[in-house]
Structure formats: structure tokens, C-alpha cells
């Protein structure tokens, strides 16, 4: 039995998680442009990953997953100015990128499991 509903994809949950984290920390940050980047990239992994399910074909799959992994990559490296500018603490940047990471990790697994 396959995945019946894009709301099972384990990354896509894990994904969500993080977008709601990167929101709920960022929320109060007065750089616009830097808090508005880092949440489109957290949000970017979770939707291409719906996106790419609701193309109904492996080939489109892959290719959607793909993006959402560069967009979870882009949010690493957003934590990674977070940290450089002071934005965040190092605690709450390890926090979080780890939580990007296993995103990463899952949304690669992924692609590899589906054959075109």
C-alpha cells in the first residue's frame, strides 16, 4: 500500500514542523527582507513536497522533492547568517538546524525510494 495523502509523507511533517519553528522564531525580527526569505524557504520545502505528491507522477514527484530540498538547504543556510548576524543564539540555531537537516535527510531519502 503507497501513500495515499500527502499529509502521510513523514517528510512533509517534519517539514511542517520546522516552517511553523522558523516562523515562531522569527516572527518579532525587524529585518523584513531576511525574515521573509528564511520563512518563503521553510514554507517552499513543505508545499513542493504536497505539489510534487499532487502531480500524480513519479518523474514530477522527484522533481518537486528536489526543490524542496533546496529549499531546505537555503533555510540552513539562512539559521547560518541568523547566527552570524546575532539574530538567534547558538542553542536555537542548533535547534533548528538540525531540524532542517532531518527534513533534508528524509526529503532525500524519498527521492531515492521512487523509481521513474
Known amino acids: 500500500m503507497g501513500i495515499e495523502k500527502?499529509?502521510?509523507i513523514i517528510a512533509w511533517k517534519k517539514s511542517r514542523v520546522m516552517a511553523g519553528n522558523i516562523y515562531s522564531e522569527f516572527r518579532n525580527?525587524?529585518?523584513y527582507g531576511f525574515?521573509?526569505?528564511i520563512e518563503r524557504s521553510a514554507v517552499s520545502t513543505m508545499n513542493n513536497i504536497a505539489e510534487g505528491f499532487g502531480r500524480r507522477g513519479n518523474?514530477?514527484?522527484k522533481r518537486?522533492?528536489?526543490i524542496a530540498y533546496g529549499s531546505c538547504c537555503e533555510v540552513q543556510s539562512m539559521l547560518y547568517l541568523a547566527l552570524d548576524l546575532g539574530y538567534i543564539n547558538s542553542t536555537r540555531f542548533s535547534d533548528l538546524f538540525k531540524q532542517a537537516n532531518e527534513s533534508a535527510r528524509l526529503i532525500s531519502a524519498l527521492t531515492r525510494s521512487i523509481s521513474e
Open 64 to 66: 518537486f522533492l528536489n
Open 35 to 37: 525574515r521573509d526569505q
Open 29 to 31: 525580527l525587524r529585518d
Open 6 to 8: 500527502f499529509e502521510d
Open 59 to 61: 518523474r514530477e514527484f
